[in-house]
Structure formats: structure tokens, C-alpha cells
């Protein structure tokens, strides 16, 4: 590492981490999610980034250094992801060239993937309801392994082993190992560009702002297994079921983020939050449902000595009372459209704030309104350091006018 | 009406609220007063809603009690039973963008609150907007878009109208994810809401018909 780009990145790592810490850093960190917004900025389409890891790479780089953000994201786990998708059949997902335009946003289709007459399977062993029963509805090339038997009865010689491995022999369940034989070979080629990338990325002075991803054990739940819809239902139906498979993911949840952190190196865990607002749920439905397991995994995780980092989508004001509850200077709270000045006063001696210029903004406004937004989130959220520059939620579509100025006038004004 | 399935339905009792509905059944009330006690506990649930009482897990479980309820109710009824509608809408979201799931609560609270609804669904090419808005005539349109990148999508959806001579007709409302007034401003509607009693007030506002 050259010896600038060495001392860039340990000013930047400090500056991000004293934020974190609730201290007063040199200046305000500024850093965004580029999400997909590297294809618009180097004209290329999302299609072409889903399926070419160069072109990834590339792209990311061009607007990594043109805007200099204090920590980058790396792009791979999110975003080349079209090849491994196609060799599983992945259908809860539409992307450019599959279901969607060249140049939109790859989208997910929610859907009701775990069944009620299946949470007793899931709670009694999920692992092997998501290999039988998940995968082969999530995943149209491992639809041989619904011929699976319980793998959990494999247990010795006479006790499963003689007769228990029959279904293997079959061609559907053949088929189902080849194509995971294929996955495994394209998730090996992801992590390699993805490794290659942070390496990189710090040799030029750049840190990453994640080391992992975790989410909500609730928001697992309702994302991926039960459905929107099913999960609200859930809530009046058998509410007891819903907190007890939310207590059955935690312990994965935040196993998780713990790999992720220590193969990375980087304590920073990435938590989107997707059904946390105000107007999802109640607020007792929120400190019944969503909270508690939540809770649970961030302090878990600050006692592993890592930095949760849940960006809390929509409006969550009515919440900032109840999330307040965990140890102090360890996370960081982005927020959406949460009212950032009331955070600031209920939140400011707990965690670090980060966010939230709109994505309308960004996305229709000028560079005025960029820079009047930010000079309010500056001179009021910014005081006495525990705050973080961010738009609101990942920069899809951006006009690169307007990103400059967000992190110059940034880097100019936000200087404690 | 019955005094008492409105206050178990409002209260989102699910399966008192059945038992209530085949007591009434039974006893021969008229569909068309079940139906109308049936929407005056929804009345109650939009006004909940609006006071932070409920949540969209409730407006949700109030749907399927009002689904269950029209299950049993509606084989008594005959055609035209119902009675006039308050006003056509029109609803879709935006070519490009496939989210549903607060569309869908719109068009379920206009559809209860008695609007005829046409909901063209997701991803909506908008030469189709522009064909079922000129065939069905609607008096309010109302366009969701979750994404940034369908901002312009939605944009030209109301450009495509308003080029097809269409645009004087209807108001025009627009909801969604990051949807604000920057985003109302820039593609040029006439209002927009967070949430699907919001959609309600406009149309009672913009149609009439309000309770």
C-alpha cells in the first residue's frame, strides 16, 4: 500500500469509527450507497453489471474515486448476481433480461414460501424444512431435493445409513446436486471479484463500509418465508408461532454476521430494516413482534465487538423511544424518512445517526437543494460529532450533479 | 344496521364476526344491511387507521374478515343488489416497477369505501394506461411507484395522457415508497399520499360520496 493511500484510508476508518463511537470526528463522514447508480453514471445498463463482473468492477471504481466517499460498499454480493440466479432458477426475483428491461432494478416477489401448516417443520428443524421444502419452491434447480427424506434420521450404520440414502440415486435429486455443484462454482467466482475488490479498494485508501449483512429476525420471517400478508395475518392467527420462529432465526442471524465479520475483518454489519416503521405495525405489535429479537442480536453483536448498522426504511419517529434501549456508542442508526432532528434528541447519546437527504431530491432536485438539505442535517443533526452524511436509501437513480455536491459541500461545510 | 357485528368487525374479531354474520343469515336479515354494517366497521377501521390506532396489520386483518363476510353474504345477493357506485378509479403501478403491496391496499380500502375500481396491476405499459383510462373513463388515476428510477416512468405515464387529450378528465393522485411532493411537482399530479386512507380522502374529495 502506497504510504498516502495507507494513512487516506486509517483517517477515514477513524472517521467513520468516531462517529460510531459518539465522538467528535475532523469532519462529517460522508458516504451512500451507490447501489446501481455506477450503471447510469458510466452509461452501461443493469443488466450488464448483473452479468458481467469487469464491467462490475469497473463501474464501481470509476465512481468510487470520482466522489471519494469516506468508506465504499462493495458491490458483488448484491449485484453480480445474474449467472448464479439463472443456474439455481431463483424465482422469487425479477432482473434485467429475466422478467425485467435492460435498465431497470432487479425487484423481489414476495410470496407466501413457507405455508402456515408448515411452521411446526420449520420450528422443529429448519434446516431441514428449507433444504426439502424451501429451496426446491425457491429454487427451480433444486426441485429434486422435495425427494429428500429427513436428513436428521441418518444417523448410523443400521440407523439410517443402510436405506437411508436411497433417494440420491434418483435423477431428480442427481440433477439437483449438479446444480448446486454449478452454484458453488459461481458464488466461488462472486467472493473471489469480491475479495479482489475490498483489496484493492484499500490499497487506494478506501475501506468498506460492511463486513456482513444480517437482518431482522422478523423481517427474515416475513421477507423470505411467510409473505407480507402472511406474517400480518400471522399476527392476530397464532402470534405465538410468529415470535417462536423469530427466536428460531436469531441464533442463524447472528451467526451470520459473525462469519461474515470475521472472515472480512470489518465490524461493521449491514441490518436493512424492511417492516420496523411506524406504520407497518403498532407500536405494541412492534415491541411484541419486531423488537425483542432485534434487540437481542445488536447487543449480541456489540458483545462480539462488532457495529450494528440497521438502515431503518420509512418513517420511524414514533419509534425512536423504544430502539433507544442498547448499549451506548457501538451502532449506528440510518434512517430514511425518519424526522432526523427528533432522532438526534432522543437517539444523540446512544448511537451514531446517519442519513437521510430524499432520493427525490436527488434523483429531480438541483444541486442547491442537495446542498440546502444538507447544510439543515450539518448544522443541526451533525452537532458534537455521532452522524454520518447519507442520502436516504441506496442511489439507484441520481443525478451525478447532485451526488458531487452532496459529498463536497459536505467535505467543505461538515468540518468540526 | 347491526349494532353488534359493527363493533365485532371494527374490533377485528375475525371469527366472532362470522359466527355474528351466519346469526344474521339465519335469521334472514337482508344481505344488503349485513353488507352496510360490514362497511360502516370498515368506516371505523379507516378512521382508526387514521388516529394511530390501527396499523396495516389490522387494515389487513380487516380485509379478510370483510373477504369472509362477502363470501357468505354475496351467493344471497342478486345482480345490482348493491346499488350505484360512488365514482370510477383507475389504479396501476408504473411500467418498470413490479411492487404491489400498497397498491393493493389502496385499491381494497376504495373498493370497500364503494368506488368502482379498475386495477390494471403492476408494471403497466403506459400506452395500456392511456387505452383503459380512455375506455373506462375514470374520474380519479391513481399511480404507484416504489423505485426511484419508475419516477420518470410515472412521468411519462401523465405526459402520455395529457398528450392523448385525456389529462382534463380526471384527477390524478400518486403514492409510494419515496414518493413526495419534489416527486408530485416533477411528474405534474395533482396530489399525493402516504398512505391508502389518504387515496380515500381524495377521491372523496376530488368524486364526492364521502360518509
Not at chain 1, 458510466?42 to 474515486?65: A, R, S
Request: net charge negative; proline share 5%.
Amino acid at each position: 500500500m502506497k504510504e498516502d493511500a495507507a494513512e487516506l484510508y486509517q483517517q477515514r476508518e477513524k472517521r467513520v469509527q468516531d462517529a460510531i463511537a459518539l465522538r467528535v470526528p475532523d469532519r462529517v463522514p460522508v458516504l451512500v450507497l451507490f447501489a446501481f447508480f455506477p450503471a447510469r453514471y458510466c452509461g452501461m445498463t443493469i443488466q450488464e453489471l448483473m452479468y458481467d463482473p469487469e464491467k462490475l468492477f469497473q463501474t464501481q471504481w470509476k465512481t468510487m474515486v470520482d466522489f471519494e466517499p469516506d468508506m465504499d460498499n462493495n458491490p458483488f454480493g448484491l449485484r453480480y448476481l445474474g449467472p448464479i440466479l439463472e443456474t439455481l432458477d431463483f424465482k422469487p426475483l425479477k432482473w434485467p433480461g429475466h422478467g425485467l428491461a435492460s435498465d431497470h432494478t432487479y425487484q423481489y416477489v414476495e410470496g407466501e414460501y413457507m405455508k402456515v401448516e408448515e411452521y411446526d417443520h420449520f420450528l422443529l428443524d429448519p434446516t431441514d424444512f428449507m433444504i426439502r421444502r424451501f429451496w426446491p419452491r425457491i429454487m427451480g434447480g433444486l426441485s429434486g431435493f422435495q425427494l429428500l427424506p429427513p436428513l436428521h434420521n441418518i444417523i448410523s450404520y443400521y440407523l439410517g445409513i443402510s436405506m437411508g440414502f436411497r433417494a440420491f440415486a434418483q435423477p431428480e435429486v442427481k440433477a439437483a446436486l449438479e446444480t448446486l455443484v454449478k452454484a458453488g462454482e459461481k458464488s466461488l467466482e462472486i467472493a473471489t471479484y469480491s475479495s479482489r475488490f475490498t483489496q484493492q479498494a484499500r490499497e487506494a485508501g478506501f475501506p468498506m463500509q460492511y463486513g456482513a449483512v444480517t437482518q431482522a429476525p422478523f423481517d427474515t420471517l416475513s421477507d423470505f418465508f411467510r409473505g407480507m400478508k402472511g406474517t400480518m395475518l400471522d399476527l392476530y392467527r397464532r402470534p405465538q408461532k410468529v415470535i417462536q420462529a423469530c427466536e428460531k432465526l436469531l441464533p442463524f442471524m447472528l451467526e451470520m454476521a459473525v462469519n461474515g465479520t470475521r472472515a472480512s475483518g470489518n465490524p461493521r454489519v449491514f441490518i436493512p430494516i424492511h417492516w420496523g416503521l411506524d406504520s407497518f405495525m403498532s407500536p405494541e405489535q412492534f415491541k411484541k413482534f419486531f423488537w425483542p429479537t432485534l434487540r437481542e442480536l445488536m447487543v449480541a453483536l456489540i458483545h462480539e465487538g462488532l457495529n450494528p448498522c440497521p438502515l431503518w426504511e420509512g418513517n420511524c419517529t414514533a419509534r425512536l423511544e423504544i430502539i433507544k434501549d442498547i448499549p451506548a456508542g457501538k451502532a449506528c442508526y440510518a434512517f430514511e424518512a425518519t424526522d432526523m432532528v427528533k432522532a438526534k434528541e432522543i437517539l444523540g447519546g446512544t448511537v451514531c445517526i446517519r442519513g437521510n437527504v430524499p432520493l427525490s431530491i436527488m434523483a429531480t432536485g438541483t444541486p442547491d437543494k442537495v446542498r440546502a438539505y444538507c447544510k439543515t442535517l450539518i448544522d443541526t443533526v451533525a452537532k458534537g460529532g455521532g452522524y454520518i452524511m447519507d442520502t436516504s436509501t441506496g442511489l439507484d437513480d441520481a443525478k451525478p450533479e447532485n451526488v458531487k455536491a452532496l459529498f463536497d459541500f459536505t467535505r467543505e461545510y461538515g468540518v468540526y | 344496521m347491526d349494532q353488534k357485528l359493527i363493533e365485532l368487525m371494527a374490533d377485528l374479531k375475525e371469527e366472532e364476526t362470522s359466527a355474528r354474520v351466519r346469526e344474521l343469515v339465519e335469521a334472514k336479515t337482508d344481505p344488503l344491511e349485513i353488507l352496510a354494517a360490514a362497511r360502516a366497521a370498515m368506516e371505523i377501521v379507516g378512521k382508526r387507521f387514521e388516529t394511530f390506532e390501527y396499523f396495516i396489520p389490522d387494515l389487513v386483518m380487516a380485509g379478510e374478515i370483510l373477504t369472509a363476510i362477502s363470501g357468505i353474504v354475496k351467493p344471497l345477493m342478486t345482480k345490482g343488489m348493491e346499488g350505484p357506485k360512488k365514482g370510477r378509479v383507475l389504479i396501476a403501478t408504473v411500467a418498470g416497477d413490479i411492487h404491489d403491496i400498497g397498491k393493493d391496499i389502496v385499491t381494497f380500502m376504495l373498493e370497500v369505501s364503494g368506488y368502482e375500481v379498475l386495477d390494471l396491476g403492476i408494471d403497466v405499459p403506459i400506452q395500456t394506461v392511456v387505452e383503459k383510462t380512455r375506455e373506462f373513463q375514470p374520474q380519479v388515476v391513481g399511480l404507484s411507484a416504489f423505485l426511484t428510477l419508475a419516477f420518470d416512468s410515472m412521468k411519462q405515464t401523465i405526459e402520455a395522457l395529457e398528450a392523448a387529450g385525456l389529462r382534463k378528465n380526471f384527477k390524478i393522485m400518486i403514492g409510494g415508497g419515496q414518493v413526495d411532493e419534489e416527486i408530485r411537482q416533477y411528474v405534474k399530479a395533482d396530489g399525493y399520499g402516504r398512505d391508502a386512507i389518504a387515496a380515500v380522502n381524495f377521491c372523496k374529495e376530488w368524486i364526492g360520496g364521502g360518509s
